[in-house]
Structures are given as C-alpha cells and as structure tokens.
C-alpha cells in the first residue's frame, strides 16, 4: 500500500505538470505553429533536455540514489552528509565546466544533432545554435535540481521533486504570452524561459532539503569512496538508463533531412505520448528505485521481487488501454488541443501518423522504466549497458530501414518510420531487461498472469471498438468549436475508462491484484 500511495502522490503532481505542459504546447501551436522556427527551438531545448534526461534523471540519480540508501541505512548521519557534501561539489564542478564548453561550442553541438541543416545550408540551423547557448546552462541547473530531488525521494519526500516540471510549464507559458511579443525572434523567448525555470526548478528544493537537514556544503571529492561508487555506476548507466531518449534524439538527427515540419510532428506526438508515460512511467520508476535499493541492501529477496511483480502487473493493467486510446484517439486529441491558428489540419495528419507509431510502443517504454531499476538497485550497470547497445543499434537500423521505405512508397509521412522504430527498440530493450532478471532469480513472476493479460487485452478490445465507433468522424471534429471539441473528447475518454474498468470487473479483475506486493 505504501508504494502504491507514493506512486499515486508523484503520479499526482506529474499529472498537474502534464495538464499544464497541453496548456503549454496548446500555446506554442497558436502562437508560432509547426514552422522552421519551431523546429529551431524545439532542437535547442531539446538537446539539453535530452541531456538532462541521460545525466540528471537518468544515470546520475540511477547511480547516486542505491548508495545514498545504503549510507541511509547504515545509519550513520555525518558519513551521509559528507556523502552529500562531496557529491555536490564534484557534480557541481563538472557541470560548470561542460556548460562553459557547451556555450562556447554550440554550433559544433548542434551539428551533431542536425546535420541536415547544416548540411543543406538552412537557416533554422544558425537559430537555434543562438538559442542553445541560452538553453544549454539548464543541464547544470536541472542535474542540480536532480541531485536534490534524489536526496528528497531516498528519505520518501516525492511530492516537491515530482512539481519541479510545473515551473518549466510556467517558465514556457509567461514566455510565450509575455516576452515572445516584444523580441525580434519572437521565438528566442522560449529559449529565456527555459534558463528561467532551470533557476527556479533548483530554489524550489531548498527548503524542503532545509527540513532534512540536509542542504549541501559543496566539496570536492574525486577521491571520496563514495563519490568514485556512484562515478563508477554513472558510466554504463548513461547508455543503460536512457535508450529511449536516444532513439528519440536519433529520430530528431533523421527528421533534419525531412521535409520542414518533420521535428515539430514528432515533438508534439512524443509531447502526448508522456502524458502516460510521465503521470505513471516515470512516477512508478521514481517510486520503486529506493523501494528496491532498501530491500536490496537488507537481503530482502523475495520483497524486491514482489516489488518489480506488483510495479509489472500495475504497469500493463494502466498502458495496454492507455496504448489503445491513444492509436484510436490520436486525431481527435491532436485537433483538440493544437488544431488552432498556426497549426493546419495538415499538421494534425502529419503529427497523428508518428503518434500512432509511439503509442504502439507505450508498454515497452514502461516496462523499460520498472525492469531497469531491478538491475540499478543492485547496483548492476553492465547488464543493462549490453541490453541499450543492442536495443539501440537495432533502432537506428530500423530509423534507416523504415524511413528508406516510405520515402521510396511515397508516403507522405516517413517521419512516422522513426517513431515505429523506437517502439520496436523498446519491446527489445524490456524483453532483454525481463529475460535477465528471470535468469538471474532475481525476479519470479507470481500466479494469475495469464488471467490479468487476457483480461486487460479483452477489456482493452472492447473499449478501443468503442471509441473508434464514436470517433471515427474526423470531418466532424474539425468543424467543432473549441468547446465541442473538449467535451466531446472529454467524454470519450471518461466513457473509454468506464468501459475498461467494467470489463476489468466482469472479468474478474479486483483490487488485491493492484495492491499485492506494494509495501
């Protein structure tokens, strides 16, 4: 119950954020649309944010967290707080030092991430390179505000690290509103809003670290046991940890050679697809990795497997009709909340063809995030750097494979190809990740799994034939007015929950099976 309660406090706030990230982009659409200069910002923010993803949320917190449980557990206040003091300082000067050369080098950066523009000569290329020297200090703030958030979590505090994306929302929004009017490159605004809420992200934490008692005393420490522990486990972990951000960005790399509008189809239909993944995905790995790294370090071996049992059966009970909803609703959801002024019909087609692809791939991005915590808390990073590198080889041959045949099919959306490839990476990465749990013991699947996938997959049917036959009308839903629109969507989806949790409960479904193993 526990963890179920602290899952649903981080699932919670994530939602708040979510809701206010489609308030978000629901504001970008209207105001700067799916244009050159979008693609430009889009590419500059998310380099860092993909660095942030990959360091900060990613291999750092999934190295730095299992030890600071195990100086929690061994109870000793001042090694934990030298522990503390010494990371802080080391992460601290590292990333000043990579954020110096990120400014100064962002052209060269960039060039790597989009060398189609470069390449061809377009100008969305010398844009954004301006716009990532303002973005680019937001990894050293966020990695910052991620070794906080991992100190709060370790000592159960999920709630204030969990609303830390409500203030980028925030950030963006006032930008777009406020600044984006008044600047030459409307656009650049974003890119100030972004290094905004990377300050204000960071000061959120202090107090709440203030009441541990625990706000760090920067040292460095590169020679400090502890430190060299969590520099050691960092290393695979970068591959480890990320997969999925780095077929995202590959997508990005590829979509520069596309037509214009490509990057921009695949950031929104990505935006939508971490709605779910976001609210449960990331709350559930966020959740479990101390969960796991405690029982870990007190032996527990029945209890860490129950904990990755109870966490996989929550996971394919929430993204099996998440997954469906989102392929059956995937126009209705994109006209309804970006279909507006700058953003044509035509984009909401291009958008629904990538989303589609990425929500097909939903469970496994998932799966991903439960399985991979079950190496980490045991502080195994090798097994997952091999199980990344074949998942992500596999996804740049398929980005190849994919992509070469629709253009040569004439499809009018290839950028579709990269998202289908991401999601098949995906199921390799969690089949690989399950296999080596189960062949290490370290996992053992408990009775009733057989009943709980026919149920989902049956209940899940049902529900998706039912939404396609009230809102399959896509002329209808375009010549809605915004209010219609809501509604209407609004209704489909409560209905589509309905229907799912009554053929849940036809089929025999109950709650023992969502609470079973959550302590």
């Not at 100008?123 to 716009?131: Q, T």
């Not at 053929?503 to 302590?519: F, I, N, P, Q, Y």
């Amino acid at each position: 119950m526990k963890l179920l309660k602290s899952t649903a406090t981080v699932g919670s706030a994530t939602l708040l954020s979510r809701i206010l990230g489609f308030v978000r982009d629901v504001i970008l659409a209207r105001v700067f649309g799916a244009s050159g200069e979008t693609d430009a910002f889009f590419l500059a923010f998310k380099i860092p944010n993909f660095m942030r993803r990959l360091f900060a949320e990613g291999s750092f917190s999934l190295a730095f967290v299992p030890v600071l449980s195990e100086y929690k557990a061994k109870g000793d206040r001042e090694a934990l707080r030298d522990l503390i003091d010494h990371v802080t300082g080391t992460l601290a000067a590292i990333l000043l030092v990579l954020t110096a050369i990120g400014i100064f080098a962002a052209p060269l950066v960039l060039s790597i991430f989009a060398p189609g523009w470069l390449l061809n000569d377009r100008p969305e290329f010398d844009l954004s390179s301006g716009m990532l020297r303002i973005t680019f200090p937001y990894i050293m703030l966020i990695s910052l505000t991620a070794l906080a958030g991992g100190i709060l979590n370790t000592f159960g505090r999920f709630l204030i690290p969990a609303l830390t994306p409500v203030l980028l929302n925030l950030s963006l929004i006032a930008s777009a509103l406020l600044l984006a009017g008044h600047l030459e490159v409307p656009v650049t605004a974003l890119a100030w809003g972004v290094l905004a809420a990377g300050f204000a992200q960071l000061i959120i934490q202090v107090p709440a670290l203030m009441r541990l008692g625990l706000i760090p005393r920067p040292r460095w420490g590169w020679r400090h046991s502890g430190v060299r522990r969590i520099i050691k486990l960092m290393i695979p972990t970068l591959f480890g940890s990320s997969v999925a951000q780095i077929n995202l960005l590959f997508d990005s790399i590829i979509a520069t050679f596309l037509v214009t509008g490509s990057v921009s189809w695949l950031y929104y239909s990505d935006r939508l697809l971490e709605f779910p993944l976001g609210v449960f995905g990331i709350a559930l790995a966020t959740v479990i990795l101390p969960s796991l790294s405690q029982k870990h370090a007190k032996a527990s071996t029945e209890a860490f497997s129950a904990t990755i049992d109870w966490a996989l059966r929550l996971a394919v009970i929430i993204t099996v009709p998440a997954a469906v909803g989102l392929i059956i609703l995937a126009a209705p959801i994109l006209i309804t909340l970006f279909q507006y002024d700058a953003f044509l019909l035509d984009d909401v087609r291009m958008s629904s063809y990538s989303l589609i692809a990425y929500a097909a791939g939903l469970p496994a991005f998932i799966a991903v995030k439960v399985l991979a915590p079950g190496y980490y808390a045991r502080q195994d990073t090798v097994t997952p750097v091999k199980i990344a590198i074949g998942a992500m080889v596999s996804n740049m041959l398929l980005n190849v494979a994919f992509v070469g045949l629709l253009v040569f099919q004439g499809f009018e959306g290839p950028h579709a190809g990269l998202a289908l490839a991401s999601s098949l990476a995906a199921y390799l990465n969690a089949m690989l990740l399950y296999r080596g749990l189960r062949k290490r013991e370290v996992y053992r699947p408990e009775h009733g799994w057989p009943r709980l996938w026919v149920t989902v997959i049956v209940a899940s049917g049902v529900m998706g034939a039912l939404l396609f036959f009230i809102t399959h009308d896509i002329n209808g839903w375009h010549q809605a007015n915004v209010y219609l629109r809501v509604k209407n969507l609004t209704l489909s989806i409560a209905l589509g929950v309905i229907i799912y949790i009554f053929s849940c409960l036809v089929a025999g479904l109950r709650t023992h099976d969502l609470l079973r193993g959550a302590k």
